[in-house]
């Protein structure tokens, strides 16, 4: 006899191999030992209190927590539903089986679907030891699944610090290297400009390779920095794209009358943004598309909207050089290119951008191209609720 119940002994005939506490409430202490004895017979070595009401089954769960609850559904003083909220309030995920003389289906449905694992009549034990099992591996696989979900989440909280770690440390790095960097610049334009010609060959050669590295150096961090700040700056507000794309056009004026580009832009919608930061996406696709051309013909840039379920689905496209599918992906990573510098300049910078600004603001940026027939760079903005109702904009 334990504090709170009854404790049964175990039968002694059989070889049981799944040792099994469970508590039961119960009232009727040979129905009890039936219980037992039926588990016992399936293999279950098995040790049980009982109880009979509601303070001893708390004070049971609070000092010997149970593997299973095997709970009669009538009981003098109490209800074996009752003992499902004990459990729940107890917080206690422990698989609760009803035991009972008679049940019928209305009730047995509808105690399940209030929470019990299952029910069992008391002229049907030999169903019981099953009814354990499958109650225990479900109760394995749930904590399983929340260990699982566990992890998944603290990975992500991880992730999103180690982000933000990273972003500090990029502008950080990025923002203190400029002061130095900017002596040395300064120092080897003054060598170069004071001593060009008065040492040897050799020194010209070195000093123009050290302020050339220096500048180029300058330009990347300024890149890292400005790629660093997405995430800082830009307060959100309705942003009329037709209006950002007229500047960016004229922004890029010169770069459209050199190149004799075509850019045909279609009525655009507003979107919920950084007016600066949609300008700049703009600016870097279009940019690009003039820039990354074919010799001849002249660059053909249409820029389209339209309206999706959840989206606006912008379309940049151009009859450029074309993107090979392997590089589909890489081409919006930090500093990757394609091309030297020789060929066409740039840093590779400026789709890392674009990809997260729209990233910020819960879109998605790629591209579809087949190699050396132009690329559609195409980006989706979310539908925000002040934009929603409103149509493309003429
Ligand atoms: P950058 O233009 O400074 O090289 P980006 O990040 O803007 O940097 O672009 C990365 C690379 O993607 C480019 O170097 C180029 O190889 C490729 N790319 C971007 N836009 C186009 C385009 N419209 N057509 C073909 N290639 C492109």
């Not at 050799?202 to 300058?218: C, T, V, W």
């Not at 009525?267 to 051309?293: H, S, Y």
């Not at 930090?334 to 951008?353: D, K, M, S």
Request: proline fraction near 4%; glycine fraction near 6%.
């Amino acid at each position: 006899m334990s504090s709170a119940g009854t404790q049964l002994g175990k039968p002694d005939s059989a070889k049981p191999q799944h040792k099994l506490y469970a508590l039961l409430v119960e009232d009727n202490a040979l129905d009890a030992a039936l219980v037992v004895r039926a588990l016992f017979k399936d293999g279950f070595d098995v040790t049980a209190d009982v109880v009979q009401d509601e303070p001893a089954f708390t004070r049971m769960l609070r000092t010997h927590p149970p593997e299973i609850v095997l709970a009669d559904y009538n009981l003098p003083n109490w209800r074996g539903m009752e003992a499902l909220k004990v459990l729940r309030s107890e917080g206690l995920d422990i698989p609760m089986i009803l035991v009972s003389g008679a049940l019928g289906d209305v009730t047995a449905v509808e105690c399940i679907r209030q929470g019990a694992t299952d029910y069992v009549l008391k002229d049907g034990l030999a169903r019981l030891p099953e009814v354990i099992r499958r109650a225990l591996r479900e109760k394995h696989e749930r904590s399983l699944r929340r260990q699982v979900e566990e992890d998944l989440a603290r990975k992500v909280d991880e992730l999103a610090r180690s982000n933000a770690d990273l972003e500090q440390f990029a502008y950080v790095a990025s923002h203190d290297l400029q002061e130095p960097l900017r002596m040395v610049a300064a120092y080897t334009q003054l060598l170069a400009e004071r001593y060009k010609g008065k040492l040897d060959e050799n020194a010209d050669k070195f000093i123009g390779y050290a302020s050339e590295g220096a500048l180029r150096m300058q330009v990347l961090i300024q890149d890292l920095l400005a790629f660093s700040r997405v995430g800082r700056n830009g307060a959100s507000a309705s942003v009329d794209c037709n209006a950002v794309m007229q500047e960016v056009l004229q922004t890029l004026d010169s770069a459209i009358q050199e190149s004799r580009a075509v850019v045909d832009c279609a009525a655009l919608p507003a979107v919920w943004a950084d007016r600066t930061q949609m300008a700049q996406v703009f600016q870097n696709l279009i940019g690009n598309a003039i820039k990354f051309r074919q010799l001849e013909p002249p660059p053909v840039i249409s820029v389209r909207a339209e309206k999706e379920e959840r989206n606006w689905l912008f379309r940049v496209t151009d009859n450029g050089i074309g993107i090979a599918p392997e590089s589909a992906e890489n081409i919006f990573v930090v500093f990757q290119r394609l091309h030297a510098r020789t060929e066409y300049p740039g840093n590779g910078i400026g789709l890392a951008i674009c990809k997260k600004i729209i990233e910020r603001y819960g879109g998605k940026i790629w591209v579809e191209s087949a190699d050396g027939s132009g690329s559609t760079f195409k980006f989706t903005m979310p539908l925000h609720s002040s934009n929603e109702k409103e149509g493309i904009q003429p």
